[in-house]
């Protein structure tokens, strides 16, 4: 009886769903409610997590619990750390969810929203979240090994030289991006400024505190790193407003891009339960809270998409940029549906 409920449940999400996204696929005017567009997303979710997720992992994968990953099996305290599964999900969670699925389907707007919302349901669904899963599965199946060290292994030296040196040419440019985009977000904000330096410290605080102190306690550092977020992003308003303290952290662009990059570079090396872990895993705080806020907001608020969903600048000849609805929405909408990048995190960081 409880399965069936449970059958029948599902099934009303998979109808619900369905009848969602083909109101935002057939509808006709300049605005549509967004309660459409978020009740279809959480129902494609849920059934592509539930479904989808479970066929990839124990069909076709066999995924198997008995089996120790590299982080116990090597566990040198620098790269190799066990780590719970809560800051291994937000340590990958804020390095994938970055700039990217922000600003692509802004710029993705001009071409309307159906052609990204569909893009993005289902090419993440089908695509993208396959994608990441599979390589990370790879990389812990051969002792955490990077993207180029399993290229070197499958299909030999040359070919894995080849790839490395694409991988380095590709990271290069990405974090020239990154940076760019975060230069402009923090340039002369010295709240922004403020907010972004207090992770730092708050981030080791949390890791020093699960290493030495309370191992294990992540419920009890996530509210003590919670509270102290909270206070940094408050107190970032004071900072601004104060002449003396808004000049020490106000930077120009320039000096913003080489601290970004030196903080990447001391991130890298030192040890991932110091710093990158417990900073990424602080993070998703503020990135799932946002998301969170913005979710309810339209539940209650229930605004207008005022947006048609097609418009004529599928034809390459928007404002924001040129190119047609094909290709350049799959290259402009990435790193929220499919992307390559996030192999050098699955098999890398996390």
Known sequence: ????LVSLAWVFVAILGAICLGVLALHKGESINTLWLVVASACIYSIGYRFYSHFIAYRVLKLDDSRATPACVRNDGKDFVPTDKAITFGHHFAAIAGAGPLVG???????????????ILIGSVLGGCVHDFVV????????????????????????????????????LIIIAILAMVVVKALAHSPWGFFTIAMTIPIAILMGLYMRFFRPHKILEVSVIGFILLIIAIYA????????????????????LAWMIMGYGFV??????????????YLSTFLKIGVIGVLVVAIVFVAPPLQIPKITPFVDGSGPVFAGSVFPFLFITVACGTISGFHALISSGTT
Do not use: C, H, N
């Open 236 to 255: 970032g308003k004071y900072v601004s407003l104060d002449p003396k303290l808004a000049s020490i952290f106000t930077f120009e662009a320039g000096s």
């Open 1 to 4: 009886m409880q399965k069936s």
């Open 136 to 171: 990370l599965f790879a990389s812990i199946r051969r002792d955490g090994k990077s993207l180029g060290e399993m290229i070197k292994l499958e299909m030999g030296q040359f070919v894995g030289m080849i790839a490395s040196l694409g991988i380095l040419g590709i990271m």
């Open 267 to 280: 991130a890298s090396i030192l040890p991932v339960w110091f710093l990158l872990a417990p900073r990424d």
């Open 105 to 119: 389907p802004i710029l993705a707007a001009q071409m309307g929203y159906l052609p990204s919302i569909l893009w």
